[in-house]
């Protein structure tokens, strides 16, 4: 199996003119209108996350339980839409550090691997993200991180594989289970989207 490359992307929810940046684009366009539902049992959460496509372990129930013992506490949201289907589902992770000298708390809100959802649907993870941004400022959160499991490009066998294979007519082309192309990687529209807004990617 070829490997692909993903992202972590990073806003900083206290930066008040990025956030009405932020909020200003979304406003701007079509909205799915998402509802936060709160999940507290395991299997329910377990079986909604790996439900949407790449699923990752760091999104579970036992590595938000794993990390509890470390002095962070999870945030578990199913996100439905007005029909009630489940649409995307946030493990945010959010842990307060002290500094003394400062007099301060500072929050810091992480969703590691997540959140899960069909990223190639603009509305919902422009609305989603959008959410997850001011859930973390309500929380008190200065930094609110995210790594998804989005491609960004084709490992190489892949990218090999898309230029090199013939269709069946001939022609150069893909079938239906061939590789994505990097045309249609949803990282690289999600990128675009997120730097507009106001987020800075880290690597």
Known sequence: MGASKSTSLQTISGRHAEGRRLDAIIAARPRMT??????????????????????????????????????????????????????????????TQRIPLLGLRLSLAYCPKGPALDWADGAVRRELLAELVRSARQAGAFLLKIDPEVPLSLGPAEEAAEVSAPAADGALGASAGAPESPSDLPGRSLI??????????ST
């Open 34 to 95: 998402l509802t936060p539902h709160p999940v507290s049992d395991r299997d329910s959460w377990n079986a909604l996350v790996t439900s949407f496509p790449r699923p990752h372990l760091l999104q579970s129930w036992e590595w938000g339980e794993l990390k509890a013992g470390f002095g962070w506490r999870a945030e578990r949201t199913a996100w439905r839409d007005p029909e009630g289907r489940p649409r995307a589902a946030s493990q945010v992770l959010y842990r």
């Open 192 to 201: 675009t989207d997120l730097q507009s807004a106001g987020w800075r990617r």
